[in-house]
């Protein structure tokens, strides 16, 4: 077990002895490691199957998704070795995949269990916004970077501790979509998402998450956009609506 509650998969179980390199790095694929194969496959599934609400934009984000993991299965796609980290959020982990088992996304949830041993928990910042280092971590799927590597797509999890307000940004050039695994959050106060639900951001919106105070809440979140977006997206950070000029932050 690691310090935060999370179960620890040696990281040789990711590395083989020989094979393909990525920056120096051995290399392996997916179908050498079945469990990622898996959870590829579930998050396919979460966006064939909920609904769009006759959004047409959220319709073309959630084929996207789906054709870029399909993609990555039909490819026999590369995995490159992590180093699994914690942070202090992960202590709430075990309870928000245990909520989630009861949920309507339980499928996805043990997928996840099989490999949540080897992900590496980051805030992605150079200092980290106030209040957020014990109750916000994300973890990358598939990434320009891996696990799973991609130039198109990227797919992670969000973990929010219980009460956590995690501030207003945008993000360049990036559509952006969370489903909700365990746990429920608003956005902007418009509203609250349950297990099962989807959240969607198109390029440059600004938005403003909050959090159940009595229980963690675990997110499941797509990317899409152009590579280089892709591979250098910064989060951008607001205080509130700008005075003049109109549209979102950044």
């Not at 039909?74 to 949920?103: F, Q, Y």
């Not at 198109?152 to 940004?169: D, E, K, M, N, S």
């Amino acid at each position: 077990m690691s310090h935060f509650g999370v179960p620890r998969i040696p990281r040789d179980a990711m590395v083989p002895s020989s094979g393909p390199r990525w920056k120096g790095k051995a290399l392996t694929r997916l179908n050498e490691l079945p469990d990622w194969g898996y959870l590829l496959r579930e998050m396919y599934e979460l966006y064939r199957f909920l609904p769009s609400g006759g959004s047409l934009p959220i319709r073309a984000h959630q084929r996207r998704v789906r054709e870029d993991i399909n993609k990555l299965l039909k490819a026999n796609a590369d995995l490159r070795p992590i180093e699994a980290a914690a942070k202090p959020v992960t202590a709430h982990l075990r309870r928000a995949l245990d909520e989630g088992l009861s949920s309507p996304n339980v499928r996805m949830v043990r997928a996840l269990e099989a490999v949540c041993g080897t992900l590496s928990w980051q805030y992605g910042y150079d200092k980290i916004p106030r209040g957020l280092e014990r109750s916000f971590a994300f973890a990358e799927i598939v990434a320009p970077g891996g696990p799973v590597i991609s130039e198109t797509v990227i797919l992670g999890l969000v973990l929010f501790a219980p009460g956590c307000t995690y501030p207003a940004h945008a993000h360049d050039g990036i559509t952006e979509s969370y489903i909700t695994l365990s746990g429920a959050v608003s956005e902007n106060n418009q509203g609250v998402y349950a297990p099962g639900s989807l959240i969607f951001n198109p390029p440059g919106h600004r938005h403003r998450i909050t959090v159940s105070d009595r229980e963690p809440s675990l997110l499941l979140y797509a990317w899409t956009g152009p590579s280089e977006k892709l591979a250098n997206q910064k989060m951008i950070f607001s205080r509130g609506p700008r005075k003049t000029g109109g549209g979102a932050a950044g």
